[in-house]
């Protein structure tokens, strides 16, 4: 195996984990802040499901846009180097969609608290 | 496997994926969002917004595809193209990268639209309980 499928095997598993990981650290939270603004379980539903899919293309498309340039012969730390831009994308696109994500939170509660 | 044969298959393939991913994504949101826009609008409409946003998805995904091109607007020649093994797995990276970008924003268009849909649940109940 090259290092450059190596390098990018590992950062495709790191991305699918930091995805979980974030998933799993904010579902709970977001799924009752949901259920207590929309009060209804399928609107919940469809932003949490939306959530999961937005993360892991996001990731995964950060992760394949980023460029692996190794050789045959490069040494350990080259290929460090090469997952570590590869994960620096995927962190700010993560970054950035999380951002977008909250701005519709806020816009979804003060929209549906006001007509409460 | 020769490279021009690979840049057959990875294009077929890759098309196919990115349509996969679309139908995938619509097929996820589907129930839930068919039953917002069944409260929201009534049954006809409701259907009408489901189709919508498979419909939307799925375009979606086309679109990333083929807004990637092998020739960079006339840049590379079509031998060019297929001496280079590296540029042609490249090519198919970003080609499922920018579906992934269309599907993204697609997702988050259809956010709103349930938004707008919530909204629209809302204010019969509000003019309601203003009446009363």
């Keep these: 195996m090259s290092p450059h499928s190596i390098s990018f095997l590992v950062t495709l598993v790191i991305s699918i984990f930091i995805v979980l990981l974030i998933d799993r650290i904010l579902r709970p939270g977001l799924r009752g802040l949901l259920e207590e603004i929309v009060a209804l379980p399928s609107a919940t539903e469809f932003y949490l499901r939306a959530f999961a899919i937005v993360l892991a293309f996001v990731a995964i498309g950060a992760m394949l846009g980023s460029s692996f340039d190794l050789k045959d012969g490069a040494r350990f730390m080259e290929c460090v180097w090469a997952v570590a831009a590869g994960l620096k994308d995927v962190f700010q696109n993560l970054f950035v969609v999380l951002l977008v994500y909250v701005g519709l939170m806020t816009v979804l509660i003060a929209a549906l608290r006001r007509k409460q | ?132």
């Excluded at chain 2, 044969?5 to 949101?29: A, K, N, P, W």
């Design chain 2, 1 to 132: 496997m020769s490279n021009e044969h690979y840049l057959i298959v990875s294009y077929f393939l890759v098309g196919l994926v990115s349509l996969c991913l679309g139908i995938t994504v619509y097929r996820v949101l589907r129930a839930p969002f068919a039953t917002i826009a069944e409260a929201a609008t009534g049954r006809l409409r409701g259907r009408v917004l489901t189709r919508a946003l498979g419909a939307f998805m799925t375009l979606a995904a086309v679109l990333g595809f083929l807004s990637v091109t092998y020739t960079q607007k006339g840049c590379r020649s079509y031998e060019e193209i297929v001496k280079d093994r590296a540029y042609l797995v490249q090519t198919n990276h970003q080609q499922l990268q920018r579906t992934g970008d269309w599907i993204v924003s697609a997702v988050f268009l259809w956010c709103v639209v349930v938004l707008i849909c919530l909204l629209g649940l809302r204010r019969p109940t509000a003019n309601r309980r203003n009446e009363n």
